[in-house]
């Protein structure tokens, strides 16, 4: 049988068909009036309707939350700026983004305080409440600060002295000086353990470093320490041009100024620093343990370096003079003085100077090193002074003391140039002073080399020496002396060279005293087997050694 459905009411069937009882229940079960189809309809649309508009409302929510969350994270940001602007400003250091999953309340780490003076390294950031938080904090005494936080302007005209003592004064022990020009009216005294310090080289590109420029009243530019005993123990100078205002001309620059004063310190040092314009570029003043390295001075007008009483003095890898027209004619590239009546362990003593250059270029310096002015009645250990590795141009005498400068003592010479002149001494000391156990080897002196009779000395050696000038050592004759010991091996003379006068002192490990030797001659070409044969048996009349 085949079941069809009307249009709206009976399903057709045959004529006269008469259909089962289950047949009427399954079409009454399906049947669907006209009526209730069309309700069913309105209701369906109404609901799909309803939901549209449901969903198009919650689109436009959704839209404006979007819209309100990105003006917030915009909002965000900008404040973000301007703070990390203001801190930067400031000296500090901002790292953001440091949380990249946060917002913008808590995407900002920065290392600094707002009083700007932070205990490294403590970190502080905010959580994700916009809150302050500390990260990874340490406890350290040590403190940072820069001097822009205390208003010192890089213009090279605002007075940055009030600045620069408010910096010093705040307790922090790292004082930054970010790179620019700073005129600062007087000058300046660091305390124990403080580090001045600005940028300097790094990877091979030169990064202009910080210069100061002190008012040309100003006496001492920095110091290092008060002049109380150890007052500014472990204080430091990094990265810095030191200099004076209108320092064009030697007249420019008053008496008694220094670049750098180490005022009594212990342990103390400069680094990487350049001084110009001063009547002295840098000063040990008593005090124990000096270091100056990779340092330059220039434009002084007194010496370069001086040491007055200090004990424990290193200079290293430093250039004194610019070579130039910048350079005035000064008195000495080194000074050495002072004494004590009181404390034997006072300098100045165990000065070592090393892989050092010494070179004005023009305007001649009277001294290279000038022992000079001790301290009447001192009773200070003055002695060893070693000098390693230099290059010395432009400086008329090598060595020199005054009449107040009793006594020279270990004095040790080796693998020096000394580029002077033929027409100077090297060696011009007083008769008042002695010298004792000094060593001058590996060395070129371009000069004369002459030890005149009224020097009093003892136990001098020169080993492996050429000298352009002549050479002469004369035995001493002064009042008191008992000995006079002198080694000298392989030393060539361009000029003359002789020893003469009676020598009563022992020779080194030899029995026989040393003696005038006659018939020492200068060599013009390249020494032959006759030149040797005649060489020994000069030694061996003067007794030096035994015949052959």
């Known amino acids: 049988m085949t079941l069809t459905l009307g249009p709206y009411s009976y399903p057709k069937w045959s004529q006269n068909y008469i259909p089962t009882v289950l047949e009427w229940q399954v079409w009454f079960s399906c049947k669907m009036d006209q009526t209730d189809l069309t309700d069913l309809e309105a209701s369906m649309t109404a609901q799909v309707t309803a939901e549209a508009s449901a969903r198009t409302a919650a689109d436009n929510i959704l839209a404006s939350d979007i819209n309100s969350e990105a003006t917030a994270r915009q909002q965000a940001d900008t404040a973000l700026a301007t703070e990390v602007a203001g801190k930067q400003a400031a000296g500090d250091y901002v790292i953001t983004n440091a949380n990249a999953s946060g917002t913008g309340a808590n995407r900002q780490l ?111 530019a920095i110091s ?129 100077i090393t892989n050092c250059q010494f070179n004005q270029g023009q305007n001649s310096v009277q001294y290279w090193m000038n022992f000079c002015n001790q301290v009447s009645g001192s009773i200070a250990d003055i002695t060893l002074f070693q000098v390693t590795n230099c290059y010395v141009e432009k400086a008329l005498y090598g060595i020199r003391t005054d009449s107040t400068f009793t006594n020279l003592s270990r004095l040790q010479i080796t693998n020096l140039e000394f580029n002077g002149s033929t027409s100077y001494n090297f060696w011009e000391l007083d008769a008042g002073t002695r010298v004792t156990q000094c060593c001058i080897a590996n060395t070129c002196i371009i000069s004369n080399l002459w030890i005149a009779s009224n020097v009093q000395y003892d136990t001098l050696m020169f080993v492996n020496v050429y000298v352009l000038g002549t050479f002469s050592c004369a035995a001493p004759t002064a009042t008191g002396q008992t000995g006079s010991v002198v080694c000298i091996l392989n030393l060539v003379s361009a000029g003359t060279g002789e020893l003469t006068g009676a020598f009563t002192g022992t020779f080194a490990h030899l029995t026989a005293p040393v003696r005038r030797m006659p018939g020492i001659a200068q060599l013009t070409a390249a020494p032959t087997m006759t030149d040797f044969n005649n060489l020994i048996n000069t030694l061996a009349n003067a007794g030096i050694i035994a015949p052959l």
Not at 165 to 176: D, F, R, T, V
Not at 279 to 302: D, F, P, Q, Y
């Open 110 to 220: 920065t290392i600094a305080s707002m009083d700007a003076v932070v205990n490294l390294p403590e970190f502080t950031g905010n959580n994700s409440s916009g809150a302050a938080q500390a990260h990874l904090a340490m406890t350290t005494s040590r403190k940072w600060t820069s001097v822009l936080a205390f208003g010192a302007v890089a213009d090279g005209v605002t007075d940055c002295l009030a600045a620069f003592n408010a910096a010093i004064a705040s307790g922090a022990m790292a004082l930054y000086v970010p790179p620019g020009t700073y005129y600062l009216s007087g000058g300046i005294v660091l305390s124990g353990g403080q580090t001045l310090y600005s940028d300097g080289p790094q990877a091979g590109i030169y990064t202009q470093t910080a210069e100061l420029v002190f008012a040309d009243t100003t006496l001492t």
């Open 224 to 352: 290092l320490g008060d002049g109380t005993d150890q007052s500014a123990q472990g204080a430091a100078l990094r990265n810095l041009h030191i200099t004076r205002q209108d320092a064009l001309t030697a007249s420019d620059i008053p008496a008694d100024s220094v670049g750098i004063l180490f005022n009594q310190t212990q342990i103390a040092s400069a680094e990487n620093c350049t001084v110009s314009g001063h009547e002295t570029g840098i000063k040990a003043m008593g005090g124990l343990g000096v270091w100056v390295k990779n340092c330059r001075t220039r434009s002084v007008t007194l010496c370069h370096i001086a040491v007055d009483t200090t004990a424990e003095v290193r200079i290293d890898s430093c250039r004194f003079g610019s070579n130039g027209a910048f350079d005035f004619a000064c008195d000495s590239y080194i000074r050495i003085s002072g004494g004590s009546t009181t404390a034997g362990a006072a300098g100045p003593n165990t000065i070592v």
